[in-house]
């Protein structure tokens, strides 16, 4: 089964024991999204990664050009742990860990959880690829890929039991858009794949044809 089938069956599956109202919240948080032109004004394709200090499980501070070892690095922008859409993706990039790594390509996770969440994220989904934290988001937003949560959507969130504000470690209430970006060791980026529904996402084995067949040399996603 695909990435895709398995978000798919995921979302049909949640839907239908989901309350409408929660759902038409979070179709209003996409359409925001997408209105506040995120996407747009993001890094793109061409542009440089800023090198930036981010955390590992055990606390260690890492610098992003200290992870470029191999030919490409994949920079996954995940919302959390707590989001099963993200758990699935991230388990899809395990399962082809090794292929990326024929492809000379490693793989980096990254999000706004401490550690102590950041660690719970690798071991339910058995990662051995870092999954980083970048504190308070400071990263991610010099990508251009974070937005804030509305006062509804924190209500929704905190329905289901989600404190965001001991997930983050801050009461900033935000989230990044799920966004991969694929940097050479120059840290210049050659792929982007930037996603305002969370609830899709782009095969992996996607963007291991693109970096086998070096289709980013004129890829425009």
């Not at 590992?56 to 859409?85: A, T």
């Not at 693109?210 to 980013?216: D, E, P, R, V």
């Amino acid at each position: 089964m695909t990435l895709t089938e398995q978000l798919q069956q995921f979302r049909d599956a949640t839907m239908t024991r989901m309350p409408k109202s929660i759902i038409q919240t979070f179709k209003n948080d996409i359409k925001e999204i997408n209105a506040s032109r995120l996407k747009e004004n993001a890094l793109q394709k061409g542009d440089i990664i800023p090198d930036f200090s981010l955390t590992d499980n055990q606390g260690n501070k890492i610098l992003l050009r200290e992870m470029v070892q191999s030919e490409f690095l994949i920079l996954n922008f995940y919302r959390g742990g707590w989001c099963p859409y993200c758990n699935l993706e991230l388990q899809e990039y395990e399962r082809l860990k090794d292929d990326f790594k024929k492809a000379g390509a490693d793989i980096i996770a990254i999000s706004a959880e401490v550690e102590e969440f950041a660690t719970q994220t690798t071991q339910k989904n058995s990662l051995s690829f870092p999954v980083l934290t970048d504190k308070d988001a400071q990263f991610m937003k010099a990508i251009g890929i974070v937005f804030q949560l509305n006062e509804q959507t924190k209500k929704d969130y905190a329905g289901f039991g989600m404190d965001f504000t001991k997930i983050h470690g801050n009461e900033n209430y935000e989230l990044p858009v799920p966004a991969v970006y694929v940097i050479d060791k120059n840290r210049e980026i050659v792929f982007v794949h930037f996603e305002a529904d969370y609830m899709t996402r782009i095969e992996p084995k996607q963007i291991l044809t693109i970096l086998k067949n070096k289709s980013y040399l004129n890829e425009t996603l």
